[in-house]
């Protein structure tokens, strides 16, 4: 059973190549109802397991100078994985200047090990869509004893101790985690974390359930919900209807005051004119620009917000 597959062009880590940790089988922990998998009971442990030998030997064939990262994933939650620490060991003797990824649901970080094991990585995305045990129950849908406040207990603690690139992941479905009580909670929660940055997104293929997703729009509104101090990035586009609004460049400087925008953000929400004005605001240098992680954001520059300090 193959376990490598890609290079996949990700706009948010680059040229990745994927390890599957559960090939055969969906192996989850959640049973989210976004999730692109198919519905399947949840389980704390895997039982098709396939060899870290094996894994090396394939990654070794694919492995070249034009991969960014090594994303290890799963059908299912690659940290269910029992070999997981023995693996990335194995990577990291082989990886070069190729980087370390973990995409995981963030459960198994009460479990010592693994939260060690995950030190280890150069970059690591933990998902995050609740707050509150309620809407956690509701929208992950978790395996029997998994507890959203020891979740939160050690995704803070991680993210304080890690030295590579942390993102956290909040994945919105309507109705049920996009209310302004839960996004304020959120917030709080994010407001304790050193993280690099803070992806929001929604459901873009078909759901294992039938729940709906959030339009660009209310995503987008749902970032301003956010502290500005937070480097927070829309990162679902696949419902993104154009707004092409039009933005003086006060309102431009105020927009990217409290939330950093992309190239494709910018597409979407501004009108021709306003991009001239944004042009204008980098030219006189009141707007700069700024890499988080593999993207690039439009920021204010830090006189002029030191400006903006002084007369608000
Ligand atoms: S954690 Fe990931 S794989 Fe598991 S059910 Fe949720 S979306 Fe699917």
Do not use: W
């Not at 939260?115 to 690591?124: R, W």
């Not at 956290?168 to 709080?188: A, P, Q, S, W, Y």
């Amino acid at each position: 059973m193959k376990t490598i597959f890609g290079p996949i062009n990700s706009r948010r880590f680059g040229s990745s190549l994927g390890i599957d940790l559960s090939p055969a089988l969906k192996q989850c922990n959640f049973d989210c109802l976004y999730c692109e998998l198919a519905p399947s009971a949840t389980t704390d442990t895997q039982k098709s397991i396939v060899e870290v030998s094996a894994i090396i030997n394939e990654l070794k064939e694919h492995l070249n100078d034009h991969i960014d990262v090594v994303t290890i994933t799963a059908n299912g939650e690659p940290t269910l994985y029992p070999y997981l620490d023995e693996l990335i060991d194995e990577l990291n003797k082989i990886k070069n200047g190729t980087q370390t990824l973990i995409l995981t649901n963030s459960a198994t970080l009460i479990d010592k090990k693994v939260f060690n094991s995950l030190l280890k990585l150069d970059q690591v995305k933990l998902s995050l869509d609740a707050a509150t045990d309620n809407v956690f129950k509701r929208i992950d849908r978790p395996h029997t004893g998994i507890q959203i406040e020891k979740i939160i207990e050690k995704v803070i603690e991680f993210s304080h101790i890690f030295q590579g690139k942390l993102f956290i992941e909040i994945l919105f479905v309507h109705g049920l985690n996009d209310t302004k009580e839960e996004i304020k909670k959120l917030n709080d929660i994010l407001l304790k974390m050193n993280v690099t940055r803070v992806d929001l997104g929604t459901i873009d293929r078909p759901p294992a359930y039938p729940v709906v997703g959030l339009s660009y729009k209310e995503l987008y509104d749902a970032s301003l919900l956010f502290d500005s101090s937070l480097p927070i990035h829309i990162a679902s586009r696949v419902h993104a209807e154009p707004n092409h609004a039009s933005y003086t460049e006060e309102e431009i400087v105020n927009t990217l005051d409290k939330r950093p925008l992309t190239a494709e953000d910018i597409n979407l929400l501004f009108d021709e004119d306003s991009k001239k004005r944004l042009e204008n605001l980098i030219s006189y240098k009141e707007i700069i620009t700024k890499k988080v992680g593999n993207l690039e954001f439009y920021i204010l520059h830090e006189n002029e917000k030191r400006k903006r300090l002084k007369t608000h």
